[in-house]
């Protein structure tokens, strides 16, 4: 691996040699909630004052650069009873991602188990993740995430270059040739023993600052055994299976399909749409059957599949512990507190 | 060097000697082919046969039983049907269709010569060949001789290598009955057609009962040795093989030579889209076909 510091200011000139032949996307400041908390959202910028490295966690991830919440699998045009196939995997330019906290790098890594290295693997995904570069940022830990538990509090790989700030300069590790190259455009220089000081130093400070903690031992044997646990009920009873959480998560890719024609009728298209699993016609079937009919049943499965299902499949969790579905659900149902009522067998 | 990104072409750049499962343009690519019969068979079901119209693609498209494909009409909508033909046919296909909703109330109204887009085949099917040299009980309620059909093919088309074969076929009404006209058929091929409704009309000289009734009296008093050399495919709703299974549970049919067909809803078939999903397990790859045994250890299957 390669390390090297640059002056603070240097990523201004990198953000601006980098803008003028690319498209970047970075956290912005969209708004202020009611307690005039600044309220952050990825968006593509093209001025580096407006994006805010300090940010806390965007209300949404970057989701819809690589996985759209409306994307056309397929177009068609209809011919006289006849019909020709168009299929565009809606990707034609690079993107670059310019601050993305480990958590959020993290979920991509998850995301590539299952769309790029699983059987048939997706190329509406794969053709847009092939196509990021990605700046990621050391993060300040906010009370509501989790990462650590979920061993997502550092990103190893998934990105092309990571900046952690030392104070008055960044630290960089630089993992692909690309950013390598792009590098070459600003004054860096080998880091000094007072630069691992200071990066040591600011890593167990952020250390510190966790402070949500999910006890994740054994998790997916105790989902298998309390299956029938009272607890899924009670949350059950909360949840408005309005599928907020879906849609505020980063790693959540559950999708329906659906055909419509166009209003000319000489066309028609197939979408993709993301569906969350607390929605009721998620497994409900023709003949009207639903596998999932109760809120409780469906709440439940979607922690299964994050915490039982994926573990058993690629070895680790599909949650990175970013807490968004819990800030963003009206119920306030929490990942932290819904492990920790199954492992305690009662609702705090 | 210029600061610029380079656009990466997934579809290119990949090897060329991809299998169908991995190749990322297979993804959403759909054989064009036509309808060159639609047959039906009762008020709600049609029997459709598919051929696919590119010859290349006619010839290696293959399947085994208890496979499923999806099958896209333009604007209208993509489902998921079982193959209901037999394995032996490259490249045509027939499925046996309810009229259920949007696509299957519209296929009822095309006919011959329309051209549809079908995508597949997608699961795994029942294991005809470790089944060779047994004795098979093909047991299906309802819509689930569709299904069916396809091992029912193999079979025949294979009937030395088989034992006993017995169909026990439970429906609501004789008016419900599918494939009326290979009955005979079926029979000539020393294949033992029990069938047996809930309702009787008039003109019904068969059994009057519930399917498991049947079942009851095909495996009443055998010696050790049928019930040991037997496997058992299972199609029908849930309701059913839940019952059936216990069945032939009780009469020491091992579980793992009971197959059945699972039905859950799916929106893509390659392990992508979720919704198949029976606790952690994906219907459209670890399915649709599963043993009595792995159903069990399944969360909420049944
Ligand atoms: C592995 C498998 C094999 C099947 N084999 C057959 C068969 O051989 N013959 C047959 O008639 N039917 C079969 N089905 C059921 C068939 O897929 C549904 O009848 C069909 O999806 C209904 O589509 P529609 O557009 O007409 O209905 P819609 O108008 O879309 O909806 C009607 C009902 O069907 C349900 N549904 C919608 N889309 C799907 C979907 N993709 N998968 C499952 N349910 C859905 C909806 O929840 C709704 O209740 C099979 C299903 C599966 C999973
Ligand atoms: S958990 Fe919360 S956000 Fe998710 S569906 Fe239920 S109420 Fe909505
Ligand atoms: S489940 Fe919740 S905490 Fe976990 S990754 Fe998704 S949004 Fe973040
Ligand atoms: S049908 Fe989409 S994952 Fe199984």
Known sequence: MIFRVFEKKELKNFFEVLTVHNRIVGPVEAGRDKKNNPIYSFTEVSDFNNIKLDYTTTKLPAKRYFLPFHEDLSTFR???????KTIDYNANQPLIFFGLHPCDINALNKLDKVLLHSVYPMPYY?????NMFIIGIDCVPQPFCFCRSMGSDTALHGFDMFITDLGAKFFVEILTDTAYNFLKNIKKEEPREKDHVLYMKAVSERNKKFTTKVDTTDLAKILDMEFQSEVWKQWGDKCLACGTCSNACPTCYCYGVEETVDIDLKGARK???????NLIDFAEVAGGHNFRAERHSRLKYRYYHKHRGFVEAFEESLCVGCGRCGESCLSGIKVPEVIASVRGGKVK | MKPELKFTDVISQQEKTQKRKNDLSSFEYTYRAEITSAYQLTDMETLYRLQIINPDERRRFTFIPGQFLMLEVPGIGEAPFSISSSPSIHGEVELCIRKAGNLTNYLSKIGRG?????????????PMEEMHGQNILL????LGLAPLRAPIAYVQENRSHFKEVNIIYGTKSPAHLLFTYQYDLWSKD???LNIIVEKADPSWKGSVGMLTETLLKILTGRDDAFYSNTYAIVCGPPV???????????????MQKMFVSLERRMHCGMGKCCRCNVGSTYTCLKGPVFDYWTVM??????
Request: charged content about 20%; some cysteine; overall charge positive.
């Open chain 1, 78 to 84: 209809i011919d006289n009873g006849d019909w020709q």
């Open chain 2, 139 to 142: 047991i299906a309620g309802g």
């Open chain 2, 240 to 254: 059913m093989f839940k019952f059936v299974c216990s069945m032939l549970n009780k009469f020491h049919i091992p």
């Open chain 1, 126 to 130: 794969a053709a847009k993740r092939k």
């Open chain 2, 297 to 302: 250890n399944l969360k909420e299957a049944i």
């Open chain 2, 190 to 192: 020393d294949i033992n």
């Open chain 1, 271 to 277: 979408t993709k749409m993301l569906h969350s699993c």
């Open chain 2, 114 to 126: 329309a051209v549809v887009g079908i995508r597949g085949p997608f699961g795994t099917g029942f």
